[in-house]
């Protein structure tokens, strides 16, 4: 057993450092507090992280995910496909504009839809897919898109844990028609809360920032219904100071993912996988335990080594889908997708750890006694 006389090592660390306080003070101090400069700061130099595209932000990537399906008119009638190894995000922003969820399985070693399974599940009244970019890994974008473009259907991205992420050197929430990224306090960036919408296209970049704001862009003009689904610039100015870190962090989460690569050396622990082409920035660094999952979890917290199980249940076990899904006869095959969600647990990966923290880490995965 590894030494417990020791502090647990975190297995997430928000940062709100003494630059995040300062630049909320100096916003709540300037009276401008909604959605003023600091957001349309914050949207230009997002772009930057997704290939110039048009940025929208919103108070949050459930936000940003539905009212970008919004956007696109999806609603009732339409089919959208989702994977069911999800936060449960994916498919809320979903249900909520009236579409119905089709699950679609996951590819086991990028846990990210598979095209194979996406293909089979089109029917005449599939309107779009919803790649997520699961642990910050990205989805096999190149083979999603050709699938997409072949059956004319919408691709939206959910990028909320992968800023950064790029296949071939494309950034994730630059492929698909539209992308949607969280700034929710342990993503890889936050603005304590906040999503942004990222697009190619500005008409729909345009209705994005009506539906965000009561379908206004002059004042009490309204042009179609919309919400109010606004970022602070409270918000904006916390999220610009984490936007100067995100490309030092992301390099400390992959050089950390590196470490633990090398350092555990245990057979029955499969690390991460990463395709070729894919720049994996590790929102988490997930190992499959096949069989003693659980039992190495309570291994772990005896060893005072933080981890995590995302996600225990998959989406279409969850109540709201599960029982509709059940009424109605309709029972998903999602073989990964179950194997995955009783295989997997997240490590400690965040730029916060120290190397002695990864060695502990690697060293509590190697000693687990349910294994050897
Ligand atoms: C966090 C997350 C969301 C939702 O983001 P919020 O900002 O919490 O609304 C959606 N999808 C995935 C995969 C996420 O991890």
Redesign the pocket.
């Known amino acids: 057993m590894t030494n417990t006389n020791q502090q647990p090592v975190p297995a997430a660390s928000p940062v709100i450092g003494e630059a995040e306080i300062a630049a909320a003070v100096r916003v709540m101090r300037s009276g401008r507090v909604v959605q003023g400069p600091e957001v349309a700061a914050f949207e230009e130099e997002f772009s930057g992280l997704v290939g110039g595209r048009h940025c929208v932000a919103v108070n ?3 936000s940003a ?1 539905y009212l970008l399906l919004l956007a696109l008119g999806i609603g009732r009638g339409d089919e959208v496909i989702v994977p069911s190894f ?2 449960a ?2 498919a809320n922003a979903v249900r909520l504009t009236g579409a119905e969820v089709v699950f679609a399985d996951i590819e086991p070693d990028s846990f990210g839809l598979d095209p194979a399974a996406v293909e089979a599940a089109v029917t005449p009244r599939t309107a779009a897919v919803m790649p ?1 970019h ?1 642990y910050g890994h990205p989805a096999a974008m190149d083979r999603l898109t050709r699938v997409a473009g072949k059956h004319r259907l919408a691709v939206v991205e ?1 990028a ?2 992968a800023h950064a992420a790029a296949l071939n050197g494309t950034p994730v929430g630059a492929f698909g028609t539209g992308g949607a990224f ?3 306090p342990t ?1 890889n960036m936050h603005a304590l ?1 906040g ?1 942004m919408v990222t697009t190619g296209d500005a008409e729909l970049a345009r209705t994005l920032r009506l539906l965000r704001n009561q379908g206004m862009e002059q004042r009490y003009a309204n042009e179609i219904v919309g919400a109010n689904m606004r970022m602070t610039d409270v918000s904006a100015a916390v999220g610009r100071v984490q936007l100067t870190r995100i490309g030092a962090w992301t390099e400390q989460r992959r050089a950390n993912a590196a470490h633990l690569d090398a350092d555990i050396t245990v057979p029955g622990v499969t690390t991460p996988p990463v395709a070729e082409g894919a720049r994996h920035v590790y929102h988490q660094y997930t190992v499959r335990v096949p069989g003693v999952r659980d039992a190495a979890m309570a291994e772990l917290a005896e060893a005072g080594i933080g981890h995590a199980v995302y996600y225990p249940t998959p989406i279409h076990r969850l109540k709201p889908y599960w029982e509709p899904d059940q009424k109605a006869g309709r029972f998903w095959d999602l073989p990964e997708t179950e194997r995955a969600a009783a295989e997997v647990v997240s490590l400690p990966v965040h730029p916060s750890l120290t190397a002695e923290d990864l060695k502990r880490v690697a060293a509590a995965v190697n000693a687990l006694e349910v294994i050897l």
Do not use: H, I, M, N
């Open positions: 949050s990537g459930t995910l999800s936060f995000a994916s997520v699961l959910d909320c844990q969280s700034f929710y993503k809360e999503g």
